[in-house]
């Protein structure tokens, strides 16, 4: 069985692919680490969780079914979770809504599936990962081959069809995770589902504290794998992932296209979380 590594553990394939310079090396403590006898019960109880995930087969994709779920991942792992803003990611309205967020770690989808469920676009290789593949199509999540430039407008296409249909789409627009989460640049091909949609733009700030310290310990960077970022998680002391969710952007018809909604989006995203650790 193989275990995942890290969005960006390779070099770019071609010239507008994103990339990360982050490595593990970014990644320590900000505490003490728990002794080893509490980290198995973590491990133990982060398992329990997964296979009572599994073997809600199909029903996982139902909206309280998968927030129940996530939630109960983060509690085996006594990750706390802080939502400042609006307790939704979906804004009101007729369409659905493109929910955009810093890319830090594995744990930001699992923190953001507990404030709100939403569908999903993630890289083609989370399909095939052990266990969080499985769960990750049952809950509706939408795979992109981040290496096909082809590819790319079957699945902008995709995307507007479902905020059209009302249902919220999340994406990371960094394309890769970084270890302080606002490095990079917001890739702008994702907004243009909301454009064509008509649909709002939902910026989400993350950030990890332990004992309300700024901390790397959750990052999932450069050649990372799943075990050793686990590993990291289940021994971090007082660690807590903060979502701040910010006032929806509506698309400004002739005004806004998809380079200036990313930019406009970004700088929601990233200006609050410098304000926050600067």
Known sequence: MTVPVSVNANLPAHAWAAWSPCSPRCVSHAAERLPATRMARRYAAFSRAMVRALLRGERIADPEAL???????????????????DRSLSAPGGTGTLVVANHISWLDIIALQAVEPVAMLAKR???????????????????????????????IGEMADRLRSGQSVMVFPQGVTWCAGTGGSFRRATFQAALDAGAPVRPVSLDYVQHGAPTTVAAFVGEDDFGSSLRRVAGATGLTVRVRTHQPLRPAPGTDDRRTLAARAQATVCGAQLSVHG
């Not at 809950?139 to 081959?145: R, V």
Request: hydrophobic share 45%.
């Open 67 to 85: 927030r129940s779920t996530a939630a109960s991942m983060l509690d085996a792992l006594d990750i706390r979770l802080e939502v400042a803003g």
């Open 125 to 155: 290789e989370v399909g095939g990962w052990p266990v969080v593949g499985p769960l990750a199509k049952r809950a509706g999540t939408m795979f992109i081959d981040r290496d096909s430039l082809r590819q790319l407008p079957v699945s």
